[in-house]
């Protein structure tokens, strides 16, 4: 069984670092950076052979190798998109010898096992783990591949339905976080707002709720923000819900908002919020975007 050295490990986590740090977005999805990780460097025959039940090695070794830097604090995954932060900006661009690179990672990785309630048995360097087939049943990177797979369907399923189906979705939402929706725009033009929920059935409690919802694959601009802040009045807070999310400077726009109170949801965070008041829907509610918890073995 070959042996993933210190410094190949480096030299794949420095490719997939590489591949991130030069995406627009400053992120990719998981699989993206994978390849284009892959496309950096001069695999060898052991990485590009497949294990029996499928799957190219390469793919298993590099999320074993990036599992050190995630508990360093380098890389954030999050439902699928793989982010390098600050500090592993300022480590990347601190050391550029790759072995240097894994060591300084595995440093990190080590300090983070000692702090944590009980310790872990000892399993030495993270680079000495990252063999062959044992990563293929790691239940980490299972774990891990399974999240991801079950994001990219949720994530597809929503973008792929009906804007006025979305709507409802976002209608059920407000209802099971305690609102009631007292009007709802029909199919068609809106005028810039297609939900209004209050705190009573009536409708006749401050704040009124304006909501603007957008199910598109492009970003909301400041424009298109600043159009939505024009319906609202002064006892109005406004709620934009966008599946594309929303530029920077509409986020800056509406954090630095004194007088309108507008909160911006992308995609994510309206499934974060789904799932957790998921429970307090009705079957009618939930039947619009079900879920089914699966439960994995997550030892660290």
Not at 16 to 41: N, W
Not at 208 to 237: C, E, N, P, W, Y
Not at 258 to 264: G, K, M, N, P, S
Request: with cysteine.
């Amino acid at each position: 069984m070959p042996e993933i050295t210190r410094k190949r490990n480096g030299e794949i986590q420095r490719a997939i670092f590489a591949a991130i740090l030069g995406h627009p977005d400053g992120s990719m999805k998981a699989a993206d950076a994978l390849e284009s990780a892959a496309q950096r460097l001069v695999l060898t025959p052991y990485e590009q052979g497949e294990y029996p039940s499928g799957g190219r090695r390469f793919e298993k070794i590099a999320r074993f190798s990036t599992l050190g830097p995630v508990k360093a604090g380098w890389l954030v995954k999050q439902k699928g998109r793989w982010t390098v932060s600050d500090e592993g900006r300022a480590a990347y661009a601190g050391y550029p010898d790759p072995e240097e690179f894994c060591r300084a990672g595995d440093a990190r990785y080590r300090e983070w096992r000692k702090a944590q309630p009980e310790e872990l048995e000892d399993e030495g360097p993270l680079t000495e783990n990252v063999q062959a087939e044992g990563t293929e049943t790691t239940a980490a990177i299972r774990l891990e591949e399974a999240e991801e797979s079950a994001w990219t369907e949720v994530e597809q399923f929503i973008r792929t339905m009906p804007p006025y189906d979305f709507q409802e979705l976002v209608g059920a939402l407000l209802r099971a976080l305690g609102y009631f929706v007292v009007w709802t725009a029909p199919p068609g033009k809106d005028g810039g707002v297609d939900l209004i929920a209050a705190p009573d059935a009536l409708g006749t409690r401050l704040p009124r709720i304006k909501v603007q919802v957008k199910r598109q694959l492009g970003t909301v601009s400041v424009d298109g923000l600043r159009s939505f802040m024009a319906t609202l009045g002064s006892d109005d807070v406004g709620l934009f819900v966008s599946t594309g999310g929303f530029t920077k400077d509409a986020k800056d726009e509406a954090r630095n908002q004194a007088t309108r109170r507008v909160t911006l949801i992308d995609l994510e965070r309206f499934y974060d919020l789904w799932v957790e008041h998921y429970v307090k829907m009705p079957d009618e509610d939930r039947r619009r975007l079900p879920l089914k918890p699966v439960y994995f073995l997550a030892i660290e």
